[in-house]
C-alpha cells in the first residue's frame, strides 16, 4: 500500500506517455528500460583516456604538484590536479583516513539465462532485482541482486551461500514460484563494497585543510551562531569524489562534470545547494559542533 502511493505520487510527477512508464501489479512498468553492461561501459569510457594499472601507496604535494607513489615509494604520476574516486580501497590513503566513510557489503548472483524461464525478460525490481540477459564470457547470464551488509568480516570477497539464497528466494517469492525452483548452486556470485556515507549523499568537492579547519571553526564547538576565526581552506589542487553507495551509475557522471566544471573554472553544472549538500567539509563541522574532535 505504501509502495502504491509512492508510485501514483511518481507518475503524476513524471507526467510521461505510457510508453515510458505505466502503472502495473505491485509496481510500474518501464517498457524502455534496460541495464548498463558495466563493462562495456568502462571500456568505451577507457577507450580513448591514458590508464595506468597501479595501486596508490602514499600521496605527497611537491613542488607545486601532487606525486602518487606505489608501495615501493615509485613515482606512478604527478600532476597539479588530482580527485581522489577510490570508493572503500582507497580509506587508508594520506589525507582520505579521515573521511568518514562506511562500507556496506553487496553481492549479486548470476543467473544462467535457462535457468530464467517463467519471468518478464526485461528488468524488473521489487526490493530486489533482475537484469535482462547479457553475455559473461561464453555463457548468457541475468544478474539478481543485490544484498546490503553492515558487519564486514575479512572475508568479505568470498560468495555467501545465505545471500545467493536470500536473493533468489526473494525472486521467486515475486514472480509466485515455487521455493527453491531455481538452483543456487549454478550461480556466479560477484561481491563489492559500496562506499556509503550518514547522510546517504557522495562526497564531492575539493579537499579541506583538516588541521586549518579544526582551527577555524573551533568557536562552533561553544556555540554555532558564533563566527569561524577563519574562512576553510582547501588544499591546492586535491579533490575527491567518492560515498556513491548503490547509486555511482546515476549520480557519478554529474557529479564528475561538476569536478571537471571547478577545476577548469567553468560554471558549474550543479546549483549552490548541491555544492553544500555534496561538501566534504560537512561531517567536520558536525563534528565540531557537537566536540566529537580536537
Ligand atoms: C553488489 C552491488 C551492486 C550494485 N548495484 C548498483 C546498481 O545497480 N546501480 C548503481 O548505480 N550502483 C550500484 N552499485 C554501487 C556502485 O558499484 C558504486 O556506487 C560505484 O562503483 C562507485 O564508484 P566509485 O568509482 O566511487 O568506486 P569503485 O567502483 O569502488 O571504484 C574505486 C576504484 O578505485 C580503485 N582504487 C582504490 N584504491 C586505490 C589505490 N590506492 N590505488 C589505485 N586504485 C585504487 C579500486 O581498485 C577501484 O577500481 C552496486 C554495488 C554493489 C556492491
Known amino acids: 500500500m505504501a509502495d502504491e502511493g509512492r508510485h501514483k505520487k511518481l507518475l503524476g510527477y513524471l507526467n510521461w506517455p505510457d510508453e515510458w512508464v505505466s502503472p ?20 568505451d569510457l577507457n577507450e580513448d583516456q591514458p590508464y595506468i594499472h597501479a595501486t596508490i601507496h602514499d600521496i605527497k604535494y611537491i613542488n607545486s604538484e601532487w606525486h602518487l607513489f606505489d608501495i615501493n615509494a ?11 574516486c577510490g570508493g572503500m580501497a582507497g580509506c587508508n590513503l594520506p589525507f582520505i583516513n579521515d573521511i568518514p566513510l562506511v562500507p556496506n557489503r553487496g553481492q549479486i548472483d548470476l543467473l544462467p539465462v535457462e535457468h530464467c524461464e517463467g519471468f518478464a525478460a526485461t528488468t524488473v525490481t521489487y526490493g530486489g532485482y533482475i537484469t535482462p540477459a547479457s553475455q559473461v564470457g561464453s555463457h548468457t547470464y541475468r544478474a539478481c ?46 561481491t563489492g563494497l559500496r562506499a556509503t556515507t550518514i547522510d546517504h549523499l557522495p562526497i564531492v568537492g ?7 579547519w579544526l582551527h577555524a571553526f573551533s568557536p562552533f564547538g561553544k556555540d554555532t551562531r558564533l563566527k569561524p576565526l577563519a574562512a576553510g581552506e582547501y588544499l591546492r589542487g586535491l579533490y575527491i569524489m567518492t560515498g556513491f553507495g548503490s547509486k555511482g551509475m546515476q549520480n557519478a557522471p554529474i ?17 549552490k545547494g548541491e555544492v553544500k549538500a555534496l561538501h566534504p567539509g560537512r561531517f567536520l563541522i558536525k563534528d565540531i559542533s557537537r566536540n566529537k574532535v580536537s
Not at 615509485?74 to 588530482?82: R, S, T, V
Not at 575539493?206 to 586549518?212: E, G
Not at 564528475?256 to 546549483?271: F, K, M, N, R, T
Open 206 to 212: 575539493p579537499m579541506l585543510d583538516r588541521q586549518q
Open 145 to 190: 541482486g543485490a544484498s546490503f551488509t553492515r558487519q564486514i568480516k575479512d572475508n568479505w570477497q568470498e560468495p555467501s551461500h545465505f545471500d545467493t539464497n536470500k536473493n533468489i528466494a526473494r525472486l521467486e517469492t515475486h514472480f509466485h514460484l515455487d521455493e527453491m525452483t531455481i538452483p543456487r548452486d549454478k550461480t556466479i556470485t560477484w
Open 74 to 84: 615509485n613515482l606512478i604520476i604527478k600532476a597539479e590536479n588530482i580527485i581522489y
Open 255 to 271: 557529479c564528475a562534470e561538476y569536478l571537471a566544471s571547478l577545476i577548469a573554472s567553468h560554471p558549474l553544472p550543479v546549483g
Open 24 to 43: 502495473r501489479e505491485n509496481g510500474l512498468h518501464f517498457p524502455k528500460s534496460g541495464a548498463y553492461e558495466t563493462n562495456k561501459v568502462l571500456d
